[in-house]
């Protein structure tokens, strides 16, 4: 089994970074598809970059560029550099492993969620 672990979030002024980390546990990680979902309140938990067990990175919003997931397999690490943070950007946002993220799959693994704020 798989245990995911958010770190990295925090309060910051619109323009800011952010460099998310999640770090994996459990012998499948490299078989599965990595993915950050996020919530900001009253909406649903959605899709917003993963990257494949092939190593494909698919955004799932759009991002004008400042945004950019990757992953490590040998350091068991999912990331997610944020640059030029507004507010809609605030969030929850999710670590996630599973099958098919980028077709009809859902996650079988969540972390517990790191929140983003950014402040006008």
């Known amino acids: 089994q798989v245990q995911l672990v958010e770190s990295g979030g925090g309060l910051v002024q619109t323009g800011g970074s952010l460099r998310l980390s999640c770090a994996a546990s459990?012998?499948?990680?490299?078989?599965?598809?990595m993915a950050w979902y996020r919530q900001s309140p009253d909406l649903a938990r959605t899709f917003f970059a993963g990257?494949?067990?092939?190593?494909?990175?698919i955004y799932g919003a759009p991002v004008k560029g400042r945004f950019i997931v990757s992953r490590d397999n040998a350091k068991n690490k999912l990331s997610l550099q944020m640059g030029a943070l507004a507010p809609e950007d605030t969030a929850t946002y999710y670590c996630?492993?599973?099958?098919?993220?980028?077709?009809?799959?859902?996650?079988?693994?969540w972390g517990q969620g790191t929140q983003v704020t950014v402040s006008s």
């Open positions: 996630a492993a599973g099958k098919h993220l980028f077709t009809d799959g859902r996650p079988t693994h």
């Open positions: 459990g012998s499948v990680f490299s078989g599965l598809t």
């Open positions: 990257v494949s067990q092939e190593g494909n990175a």
